[in-house]
């Protein structure tokens, strides 16, 4: 049954000629002080979240992208800050990009956090898919054997170091700790100080692939995912959703369907549909944009691909619409009373209980702000009041 609902900021600016035929996305380039508007700009939606009733407010770690579109480098430090300006929603982290920390640093800098917050911040980790952002930190991303054995090697480890008093790990990547000698003693274990506040931690991750290996690896370590939002499409995959159920039971992590899952949909509350979708489409449009050529768009071809970079060709490539979108049930628009149509997901996924809502890279503050505040008016309350 859902009861909670949360929202997911990728980090974008607000941009200007927006759509198909705007400015290219490679062409943006935006001065600093226009990048740095993504920290005002995220405690606006925070204090507003806070104030209207939401539960969780997840932003995401990015890096290097001076086109504007995703600008928060350090999801921990905003958290924090977004707390001290907040009385009761909780900011997720969604999501520490494992394969860019070391992930003794991460799971102290979480820890910290957690204790400054007393429990207001949720971990999440993720692997990554920017290869400007993942490679030039040194870690594999085109391999992405590689980048996913890093990124498990790594998890083991920062859960070892929550949850054990005091631990060493040795794999392919990390010898933890080193056997040197320290103070009169060979130094065989270490401890994480201090150790995070809340146990056990709670921990989300993007369910993008849903392969067996991705889905058994969250159920050993009871980690929760999240579908849709940022570059992954939104909606409620069945066949994605009984995946993460089974790999959960093959964990024995028995439950009902949806349990243990948050499901993302971007929105926009209007008086009629194709009122909703006018005014959206400019920045669905951002979106695809930004994310058709990292191959987050299902179904385009290279030459679809490559006309997105073209503000001549792009609108004359057949490129998937909002209307389309609408009708595959990644996005919600219309009047408030066509978008509480959530409850038909809640009967279907009984033990869903979490639901992300939001807006594309693209949507300026204003817009944001706005529909995040008639959703809480208008259609959490069908929800809230149960």
Known sequence: ??????????????????????????????????????????????????????????????????????CIPNVLMLALHLCHLTRNIRIGCGFNIAPMWHPIRMAEDYATVDWLTNGRVVFGVGRGYHTREVEAFGAPLLDQAANRELFEEQVDLIFK???????????????????????GYELE????????????????????????????????????????????????????VHAFREARARAGREGEPGEGLCIGFSFH????????????????????????????????????????????????????TLRNAVKAGTWLIGPPELIAELMEIQHK????????????????QAVILEQLERFSAQVMPAFKSR
């Not at 009629?272 to 385009?300: C, H, R």
Request: include cysteine.
């Open 349 to 364: 996924y009984p033990g869903l209980e979490v639901v992300n809502v939001g807006q594309p890279v693209g949507t300026p």
């Open 189 to 240: 274990e270490i401890t994480l100080v201090p150790r995070p506040k809340t146990l056990p931690v709670e921990c989300w991750q993007p369910v993008v692939s849903a392969s067996p290996r991705a889905l058994d690896f969250m159920a050993k370590h009871d980690i929760r995912g999240i579908i849709g939002g940022g570059a992954a499409p939104g909606g409620a995959n069945e066949k994605v």
């Open 1 to 70: 049954m859902i009861t909670r609902f949360g929202s997911l900021f990728a980090g974008h600016v607000d941009l200007d000629d927006e759509g198909l035929e705007g400015t290219a996305a490679n062409d943006r380039w935006l001065p600093d002080d226009h990048l740095a508007t993504v920290f005002p700009k995220s405690e606006a939606i925070a204090k507003l979240m806070d104030r209207t009733g939401y539960d969780i407010f997840w932003l995401a770690e990015h890096h290097f992208q001076r086109e504007g579109y995703e």
């Open 161 to 183: 170091s929550f949850n054990q008093r005091a631990f060493s790990h040795q794999s392919k990547h990390y010898t933890i700790p080193p056997r040197v000698p320290y103070r």
């Open 269 to 320: 509350i209007a008086d009629s549909v194709d009122q909703g979708i006018k005014e959206a489409t400019p920045f669905f449009e951002e979106n695809i944009k930004m994310f058709a050529p990292l191959g987050f768009v299902p179904g385009l071809t290279p030459e679809q691909i490559e006309a997105v970079a073209d503000p001549k060709r792009a609108r004359q490539a057949n490129l998937p």
